[in-house]
């Protein structure tokens, strides 16, 4: 099968923001996997003398299948991208080449190398080698076409706050596990049973081989095809969820189906302009916050649900703009 690089090259005052936005888009286009391309990003010292140089411009990069659904998708992203510009400051280019799957899968990985994400775990792509410190635990990643590599910030801080949460024996349920990197951490940080669900089946082939590859049993975890938690029966002490702002919320309406009361619901990938109605929903589901940790333009929530609506929580909730 091949495949086609949609590459939206922009400009804007708020690049975080835009290359959101932009992510989102393809999102909706059924394209959950992109590539970001940021001028800032400065390579650390684990990064190979081999690895590639930094981008010109800011760009975010989707990939179509290369089949009967190609024209439409095209159009679609074309339709969605004049009415982003159309309320959102920021000028674009796109283009488009055909590259097949080999292809597609080698030209990645000079952006990927072995990375700490909190002192205790370092994420390491399969194909490089690494000796850890004292006290380090390796999760070894191969992203495939699911990406989830650990190195996006919303990663970092979601794995933060498991590290602090995740207790030893917790049946751990992850909503929208793509690479399957927010399950191993938690197996490594001493968790029990697991549990995942994506929509997208390939997301789920690739997560199942990274388990595997981290030397987790067969029989330790569960994964599940479907939206959000329609597919999920039972309870779980931990509900992780690292994907849009939106997608959180509509998450929180049926979140109490698989928490029970003490359980704790940790989310990321919130922009900051996001975090008060994310906030407002946790609460007024009946979540009391725990932690709210930020970097860059991002936020991760930690909160603990309760059967009932903390009366001072809630009128605070109400008062968030």
Not at 150 to 170: A, I, S
Not at 196 to 208: F, H, I, Q, S
Not at 215 to 225: D, G, H, T, Y
Request: with cysteine.
């Amino acid at each position: 099968m091949h495949w086609i690089a949609a590459k939206v090259t922009f400009n804007s005052p708020s690049t975080d923001l835009t290359a959101e936005l932009i992510a989102e888009l393809f999102d909706t286009l059924g394209i959950s996997g992109v590539v970001v391309d940021d001028p800032g990003l400065e390579p650390t010292d684990d990064w190979g003398a081999d690895a590639v140089p930094r981008p010109a411009q800011p760009a975010v990069t989707g990939y179509f299948p290369g089949d009967h659904r190609a024209p439409r998708l095209r159009r679609d992203l074309e339709a969605g991208l004049a009415a982003l510009a159309a309320r959102h400051p920021m000028t674009y280019t796109t283009a488009y080449d055909n590259l097949d799957e080999q292809v597609w899968a080698e030209s990645w990985k000079a952006f990927f190398h072995p990375q700490p994400i909190t002192p205790r775990l370092v994420v390491k792509p399969t194909w490089c080698d690494y000796t850890p410190r004292p006290g380090e635990q390796v999760i070894e990643i191969d992203p495939g076409m699911a990406f989830g590599t650990g190195t996006h910030p919303t990663t970092g801080l979601c794995v933060q706050l498991l590290e602090r949460y995740c207790r030893p024996g917790q049946r751990v349920l992850d909503v929208g596990t793509g690479s399957g990197i927010l399950l191993i951490a938690a197996a490594k940080l001493g968790a029990g049973r697991l549990a995942g669900v994506d929509n997208d089946p390939l997301a789920l082939g690739v997560a199942r081989a990274n388990l595997l590859q981290n030397k987790l049993s067969p029989e330790r975890f569960a994964l599940i095809c479907g939206h959000l938690l329609a597919p999920i029966a039972g309870h779980h002490d931990l509900v992780l969820a690292n994907i849009l702002a939106d997608v959180i919320i509509e998450l929180l309406d049926t979140v109490a189906t698989v928490l029970p009361p003490g359980g704790r619901f940790i989310c990321s990938g919130i922009l900051r302009k996001q975090k008060p109605a994310v906030l407002n929903k946790m609460e007024a589901v009946g979540f009391v916050i725990d932690d709210i940790s930020e970097k860059d333009e991002w936020v991760a929530l930690a909160g603990s649900y309760t059967t009932s609506i903390p009366k001072k929580r809630l009128e605070r909730a109400q008062r968030i703009p």
